[in-house]
């Protein structure tokens, strides 16, 4: 048994509430190993990671605790952004470089490369951006926004057979995962120090690192429901059109979407089935597959069953 100080009860029920932090992984670690880590130095029991960066990578991986566990769907859609150097096997011509560049933005198919953590089936993902940083006549340094599960090193591979003289991945770093940057990183280093500064009684600077859940489900269309549907929500049912008082924003068949009360107390994620704009058309079946709830059933009792209201004997 550990004969340290516990951590400040605002820390803990941050735990108990859900958290993550964006630890800025460094190169060598497997992102279990640095998984396990936190989970270590935070003193929970379990914590999990979204979007595996191999050994040799760095930068952000966001690591969940307790309900935040339960949004790693959610963070898998996030896009990523990564810095990389890619190295060619022989020398390649500016206009060469830019035609390639202009052809691999936008939809790709990839195979995932052989050591990787997935089956190896041909799949498409979208490069958002990319953008050529600076380059030289062998290698050139790229700026990637794209699809959560796209290869950067099947990416260079696959530029370099377009130009006709190969190429692999040299250097890679992620800087971005959906609206999170690398002001959002913490080192490891700087976590022990917090945990430290924590169990001394100066909880504010590890807080600060132990994001809340809205930070990721907020970034989602949010659909706020009436109070029955809310209830039936948290009790296992899915969502109907009747249900919604009102829709952030638009979004698009197969999006995922967060519910919320009336009040704005998140209650589940789910997928949607119908588009945002053929709700209102959809009179009869369900228009969102609730998939993970976090409210608690006792919160929000069931509505429907009551008996029906009897006129009182005359």
Do not use: C
């Not at 009860?9 to 670690?29: I, M």
């Not at 959610?74 to 020398?91: I, N, Q, T, W």
């Not at 991945?169 to 917090?194: C, H, I, K, W, Y």
């Amino acid at each position: 048994m550990s004969d340290a100080v516990p951590l400040p009860p605002q820390v803990l029920a941050r735990f108990d509430e859900g958290t993550f932090l964006l630890v800025d992984k460094p190169r060598g670690p497997t992102s279990h190993q640095v998984t396990s880590w936190v989970r270590d130095l935070l003193g929970v029991p379990t914590a999990g990671h979204a979007g595996t960066l191999d050994p040799n990578v760095s930068g952000l991986l966001w690591v969940g605790v307790g309900p935040a566990l339960k949004l790693i769907p959610l963070v898998l859609d996030f896009p990523k952004r990564y810095v990389g150097v890619v190295a060619f096997h022989g020398s390649v011509a500016g206009a060469e470089l830019d035609r390639a560049i202009r052809e691999f933005t936008g939809p790709v198919f990839q195979t995932p490369p052989v050591r990787s953590a997935v089956k190896r089936e041909r799949r498409i993902r979208t490069i958002h951006r990319l953008v050529l940083v600076e380059h030289d006549a062998t290698r050139l340094l790229i700026d990637v926004v794209a699809d959560s599960g796209t290869y950067v090193r099947t990416l260079a591979v696959d530029l370099g057979e377009a130009l006709g003289v190969g190429g692999h991945l040299e250097e890679l770093r992620r800087v971005g995962t959906g609206p999170f940057t690398e002001s959002n990183g913490v080192s490891m280093t700087q976590l022990a120090d917090a945990i430290v500064g924590a169990r001394a009684g100066t909880p504010e600077p590890l807080l600060a690192m132990l994001h809340p859940l809205v930070e990721v489900w907020g970034e989602f269309p949010i659909l706020r429901l009436k109070p029955a549907a809310a209830s039936a929500i948290v009790h296992g049912a899915d969502l109907s059109s009747g249900g919604i008082l009102t829709t952030s924003r638009r979004y698009a068949k197969g999006a995922h979407v967060a519910l919320t009360a009336a009040d704005g107390a998140f209650l589940a994620f789910g997928r949607a089935l119908v588009a945002s704009e053929d709700v209102a058309g959809q009179a009869h079946g369900w228009v969102v597959d609730a998939q993970r709830v976090f409210a608690d059933p006792a919160r929000y009792p069931p509505r429907w069953g009551r008996p029906a209201a009897t006129a009182p004997a005359p």
